[in-house]
């Protein structure tokens, strides 16, 4: 049920600019290092679309993945401000963060999201697909029946399932500090790759990170929990110095 290759996705959100390359490299520089180790794990990093070409032209890392925070999900049209999910891999984007809790508070349902990923998928971009639940769905018990209906509304058999990432981000957990107790997350990551190896028919079990007030202090909690295949950073993942040190203190 576990992969033995561990994901560290960080999600810059709208920060980052071009001086933030130096983010990038020290990063590449602790990688570089740390694989001498006989350490597997994979690095994505999701930036602002205004940076992902830069970057992506200016680092030369096997490190090191580019993705993007989110993306429309036609292939070009008369939508002001958007990005397609054709824009992203042309800028050389590989991944692509979708359903994200915060773009569902702007607007996302799970039929949306649907779109996005077909488009997203049809560019063969990577899909780290965000799923989770509020903290009054925890308090009434819906947190599976949530996580159930956004897998099932969003995800279709007939997409290529072994690009998409799943990312339990429980929405409460989010930036608060609050996070999962250890069983809960072992039962809730044993449902998540239960239902969707049942529901979409696949051999393997999926890939499922834990996203949530990730940061170097908290990460030893999860070494302990072998379901959890990788983790999506938010605020720490902005530092360098705090990214590294997740990835780190993890293997300590």
Known sequence: MTNKLKYFVGNWKMYGNFSSLRIINQIHRFCSRFKKNGIKDKII??????????FTTKI???????????????????????????????SGAKYVILGHSENRSEGDTNQVIKKKIESALDQKLYVIFCIGETINEKKKGKTFSVIRKQMKDSIDKKYNLKSIIIAYEPIWSIG???????????????????EFKKNFKTKT???????????????RAFSSISEIDGFLIGGASQSSKKFIDIIKNYYK
Not at 45 to 54: D, E, G, R
Not at 176 to 194: A, C, D, H, W, Y
Not at 205 to 215: A, H, I, M, Q
């Open 45 to 54: 990093l999701c930036v602002p679309s205004t940076l992902i070409y830069f």
């Open 60 to 90: 030369k890392s096997k490190f090191i993945s580019i993705g993007a925070q989110n993306c429309h999900y036609q292939r070009s049209g008369a939508f002001t401000g958007s990005v397609s999910a054709s824009m992203l891999k042309k």
């Open 176 to 194: 608060t500090g609050n996070i999962p107790k250890v069983q809960e997350l072992k039962k809730s990551f044993r449902f998540i790759k239960n």
């Open 205 to 219: 079990f999926p890939v499922v990170l834990y996203g949530g007030s990730v940061n170097d202090g908290n990460i």
